[in-house]
């Protein structure tokens, strides 16, 4: 069963304007929530991450929020820039770590 | 730093052919982890080590094996592959048990195709 859910496999939008990417997950003990960026022919790598006693964490351009109620987050990029461009993985911890299937974002110049 | 490398970065099999495929880091990382990645699954565990000479089973455990005998290292094995087993490889590291928030660290990933 998948616990960790992203239901957008892909999202477009224009350089400049804000990028929202979700998740959903199953598993009300997951402690930790991360995302990771990746890039063809790479492995992913750490963007940003949330405990989960809070319900924000920004970094920069990078925002992501918990709504633990409904067991959801989300990644917001602000402004949002060609070099974005990658697939997004929301992953969640406990005993180990457990990731969503990849949301592609593509930012148009 | 190389950081976290693998070793093949491509390889085709055919079906009951046995491979080996290797990890290495050197930012002294207790912790090592063997991912696969497929279409429309994300990322799934297959097995991880806690320190060197130590591993223990992940999500997707079955037809693998893996040994850690020195810290730098970690290597998975198949010794029977079947086309279940086409799939990306990567190899991750980190300093803590992915609890707490502690990044992995990923390497550039192995593209096994079994016929």
């Not at chain 1, 633990?68 to 911890?93: E, N, R």
């Not at chain 2, 799934?44 to 320190?51: F, P, T």
């Not at chain 2, 079955?62 to 990306?88: C, H, I, M, W």
């Amino acid at each position: 069963d998948q616990q960790v859910k992203q239901n957008s496999p892909s999202l477009s939008v224009q350089e400049g304007r804000i990028s929202i990417l979700n998740c959903d997950y199953t598993n009300s003990m997951f402690d930790y929530f991360l995302w990771y960026k990746k890039y063809p022919a790479e492995g992913p790598t750490f963007l940003i991450s949330i405990s989960s006693i809070k319900d924000k964490n920004e970094d920069g351009r990078f925002t992501v929020f918990l709504n633990k109620s409904a067991k959801h987050l989300s990644l917001h990029i602000v402004p949002s820039q060609p070099g974005d461009s990658a697939v997004y993985f929301c992953a969640a911890s406990l005993n180990d770590m457990r990731f969503g299937a990849g949301t592609r974002l593509t930012v148009k110049p | 730093n190389a950081g976290v490398t693998q070793t093949p970065k491509f390889r085709v099999l055919k079906t009951g052919q046995s491979m080996t495929l290797l990890c290495a880091q050197d930012m002294n990382h207790e912790y090592m982890y063997w991912y696969r990645q497929d279409p429309g699954m994300g990322l799934r565990l297959i097995h991880y080590s806690v320190g060197e000479g130590t591993t223990a089973k992940g999500e997707v455990p079955d037809g693998y094996n893996v040994s850690r005998l020195k810290k730098q290292n970690f290597l998975l094995g198949l010794e029977s592959a079947a086309p279940s087993q086409t799939s990306v490889y990567f190899c991750a590291s980190s300093y803590l048990v992915s609890q707490g928030g502690n990044e992995q660290f990923f390497g550039p990933g192995t593209r096994l195709t079994v016929l």
